[in-house]
């Protein structure tokens, strides 16, 4: 179960960092045309947050999932999206942070138009890998994207290795977390 919690809170740390970066644009260069899977900073990063409302009532058995993904208002703003991804990364924490180790095998449904009973179904720990690839995997497509903008893009992978510690000091000390014995 550690590894999901260190996961999650490396996944919150990199969107932090990602969506600080991205805060800094204006508008316009938020909202831009892109060359990338989806055509803009925020498309892509509107499309990580939506896919993460989804999981996560999805993993909560919330028989209202595919309301929370049709349902899914996208942020006009970086900073709208920064606020509402951080809480959203924070829910994902608590909800490894409070896993057992008998909950990885634990099966969850999912809804996706058809009725739960008709979808897939999936164990925690599957949909938590597939959850943060997902997030890696779009992340690196924004960060692709903010490099042809003016804003430099930020470092993204220094949040596991105990040794790459002295790099996330500052970001540990602003969520007042403190690094496992």
């Known amino acids: 179960m550690q590894l999901f919690?260190?996961?999650?809170?490396?996944?919150?740390?990199a969107n932090r960092r990602l969506l600080a970066a991205v805060a800094a644009l204006p508008d316009?260069?938020?909202?831009?045309?892109?060359?990338?899977?989806?055509?803009?900073?925020?498309?892509?990063?509107n499309h990580v947050l939506a896919v993460d409302h989804y999981y996560l009532a999805a993993l909560h058995s919330d028989p209202a999932m595919v309301?929370?993904?049709?349902?899914?208002?996208?942020?006009?703003?970086?900073?709208?999206?920064?606020?509402?991804?951080?809480?959203?990364?924070?829910?994902?924490?608590?909800?490894?942070?409070?896993?057992?180790?008998?909950?990885a095998e634990r099966i969850v449904a999912f809804d996706r138009g058809a009725?739960?009973?008709?979808?897939?179904?999936?164990?925690?720990?599957?949909?938590?890998?597939?959850?943060?690839?997902?997030?890696?995997?779009?992340?690196?497509?924004?960060?692709a994207m903010l490099s042809g903008?003016?804003?430099?893009?930020?470092?993204?992978d220094d949040f596991i290795l105990l040794g790459d510690s002295v790099h996330r000091g500052g970001d540990m000390l602003a969520l007042g977390w403190e690094e496992p014995v």
């Open 67 to 103: 309301k929370v993904w049709s349902g899914y208002v996208p942020a006009g703003t970086a900073s709208e999206l920064a606020a509402r991804q951080d809480d959203s990364d924070q829910r994902l924490i608590d909800f490894c942070a409070n896993l057992a180790p008998d909950d």
């Open 149 to 156: 903008t003016a804003v430099k893009p930020p470092q993204l």
């Open 115 to 143: 009725g739960i009973a008709a979808g897939p179904r999936e164990p925690v720990w599957r949909v938590l890998a597939h959850l943060f690839m997902h997030q890696t995997h779009h992340r690196g497509q924004a960060h």
């Open 28 to 45: 316009a260069e938020f909202h831009a045309p892109r060359t990338s899977f989806f055509p803009s900073l925020a498309l892509t990063l």
């Open 5 to 13: 919690l260190t996961q999650a809170r490396a996944n919150r740390l």
